[in-house]
């Protein structure tokens, strides 16, 4: 089993839809979670970090954990074509190193 | 401003030859990292070190090398015998300071070709 788990998609999205992206991890001891979103080419950038149970909101973003299923998920409103990219899920395990899942393509189309 | 540059951007190397990818951060942070990023891939660990003088292996560091002389700068050294080195090569920093966020920082990037 993977450490970091994640649809590889695409998942196509209209604009102005909710796009919902899902990571499951392994290890129960892992302390923080993290998305990263990479436009291709690019090097990958943070968008939000969560260390507690339930909703983190930060603006079109909201990340949602639930240590007890060990599953963290991005929800993206409004979304824009300027969002299609990919997202990394990372988990910190206490060691001071990220696993990353393999990423998320998310499109969204006009 | 502060960051981290990794240079060369672009890099072409033809088989047997060794080659050095060179990070640098201006940021203060004790921990720094180099991931590895094929194709449709997440990113893997190479080496981090969370100090000066001290590194350690990531998940893939066979074929590879790295020192860390200056805080600063973490440079890595891709070996003849990296049996598969064209890849997109990351370098990242952190605070290393507890608690322990894990947030990285990372520079823009280094792509390996092996001809």
């Known amino acids: 089993q993977k450490e970091v788990e994640q649809n590889s998609g695409p998942l196509s999205v209209p604009e102005g839809a909710i796009a919902s992206l899902n990571c499951t991890y392994s290890?129960?001891?892992?302390?923080?979670f993290f998305w990263y979103r990479q436009y291709s080419g690019k090097s990958p950038e943070l968008i939000m970090f969560i260390y507690s149970n339930g909703d983190k909101e930060d603006g079109r973003f909201t990340a949602q954990l639930n240590k007890a299923s060990q599953y963290v998920s991005l929800l993206i409103r409004d979304s824009q074509p300027s969002d299609s990219a990919t997202y990394l899920c990372?988990?910190?395990?206490?060691?001071?190193?990220?696993?990353f899942g393999t990423g998320t393509r998310l499109l969204v189309s006009p | 401003d502060g960051g981290i540059t990794q240079s060369p951007k672009y890099l072409f190397r033809k088989e047997g030859q060794n080659v050095t990818l060179s990070c640098e951060q201006n940021?203060?942070?004790?921990?720094m990292y180099w991931y590895r990023q094929d194709p449709g891939q997440g990113l893997r660990l190479i080496y981090y070190?969370?100090?000066?003088?001290?590194?350690q292996k990531g998940d893939i560091a066979e074929g590879y090398s790295v020192s860390r002389e200056k805080k600063e700068s973490f440079p890595l050294t891709v070996t003849s015998a990296q049996k598969n080195p064209t890849a997109f090569y990351l370098c990242?920093?952190?605070?290393?300071?507890?608690?322990?966020?894990?947030?990285?920082?990372f520079g823009e990037g280094s792509r390996l070709t092996v001809l």
């Open positions: 290890d129960r001891g892992s302390q923080s």
């Open positions: 940021l203060n942070h004790d921990a």
């Open positions: 990372a988990v910190n395990t206490g060691f001071q190193k990220l696993v």
């Open positions: 070190s969370q100090i000066v003088n001290d590194f």
């Open positions: 990242a920093s952190s605070t290393g300071t507890r608690p322990n966020t894990g947030e990285l920082f």
